[in-house]
Nanobody, 128 residues
Framework: QVHLLESGGGSVQAGGSLRLSCAAS????????MAWFRQAPGKEREVVAS????????LYADSVKGRFTMSQDTAANTVYLQMHSLRPEDTAMYHC?????????????????????WGRGTQVTVSS
């Protein structure tokens, strides 16, 4: 069973930066993907970024391209989301996710239905 624990959220002013961390346990195969999703009040959960654990190839939502970077530390079993040039519209609860056990990744995946393991989330608030 996969367990995910996020940290690193907080409050920043527009233009600021934050780095989120997600400590993962339970994956024994590197052909897996992990992702960051976010959900603002009254809105659906949306994907932010995904990473293929085998190669560190990453993929991003258009809204964060050029501002956010997803990476991993394989020794620490941790994935990160480095966020720069934050905007008020980035305010949301950010969740780390891992694909279902039956899913084997050949590239990063952005579809929410592929993900079956979820962290509880960490809040990011960006003020103008």
């Amino acid at each position: 069973q996969v367990h995910l624990l996020e940290s690193g959220g907080g409050s920043v002013q527009a233009g600021g930066s934050l780095r989120l961390s997600c400590a993962a346990s339970g994956y024994t195969d590197r052909n897996k993907c992990m992702a960051w999703f976010r959900q603002a009040p009254g809105k659906e959960r949306e994907v932010v970024a995904s990473i293929l654990l085998l190669t560190s190839e990453s993929l991003y939502a258009d809204s964060v391209k050029g501002r956010f970077t997803m990476s991993q530390d394989t020794a620490a079993n941790t994935v990160y989301l480095q966020m720069h040039s934050l905007r008020p519209e980035d305010t949301a609860m950010y969740h780390c996710a891992g694909v279902h056990s039956r899913v084997y990744c050949h590239a990063p995946l952005l579809a929410i239905y592929q993900y079956g393991a979820w962290g509880r989330g960490t809040q990011v608030t960006v003020s103008s």
